[in-house]
């Protein structure tokens, strides 16, 4: 009688986080327990924080009647004053990693991604243009490259922009 045993040495999948739902009018977010959702003066800005990854979200909606023809021209406007104000705040020390603007997959918006490295951080934004809005999503944290990288696109699979 010939027994056959097998081992697994692949560590399996750690669990995933249990994650907290923020439904609003113009998006939808998931983000683990840790985040904690702060208090804005503003309507339609929201902020969030985890101290555990060192990171801070912001995401807000300005509404606007943005023509078709003008909707490039306004989405390349708002890369170049979201890279403006870096500058202004840190003059030679922005590092720019990606800056976009093109079609959205579902055609409804134009879709913006800037990312650059300031000095103590990672800067992160990505923007829809839509007929009737802007919807801004600007994620903060450390300034490790690979690991804000991950944050940023563990956090992003998680948000649904209403568009238009």
């Not at 998006?27 to 003066?41: A, E, G, R, V, Y």
């Not at 079609?103 to 300031?118: D, N, T, V």
């Not at 999503?137 to 992003?156: Q, W, Y």
């Amino acid at each position: 009688m010939k027994v056959n045993y097998s081992f697994s040495f692949t560590q399996p999948a750690p669990p995933k986080p249990k994650l907290a739902e923020y439904s609003y009018n113009e998006f939808l977010l998931d983000l683990p327990s840790h985040w904690k959702q702060l208090p804005t003066p503003e309507d339609n800005s929201f902020n969030f924080y985890s101290e555990m990854d060192g990171a801070s979200i912001t995401i807000s909606a300005d509404f606007y009647a943005i023509p078709d023809d003008k909707a490039v021209r306004f989405a390349e406007n708002c890369l170049e004053s979201r890279h403006h104000a870096l500058e202004t705040q840190f003059p030679d020390q922005v590092e720019v990693i990606r800056r976009t603007a093109h079609p959205h997959s579902g055609g409804s918006a134009i879709e913006l991604m800037y990312g650059a490295e300031i000095p103590g951080s990672m800067y992160f934004y990505l923007g829809y243009v839509t007929s009737r809005k802007i919807l801004n999503f600007t994620l903060v944290c450390k300034p490790e490259r690979a690991g804000a990288a991950v944050l940023f696109n563990s956090i992003i699979s998680n948000f649904r922009p209403r568009l238009p």
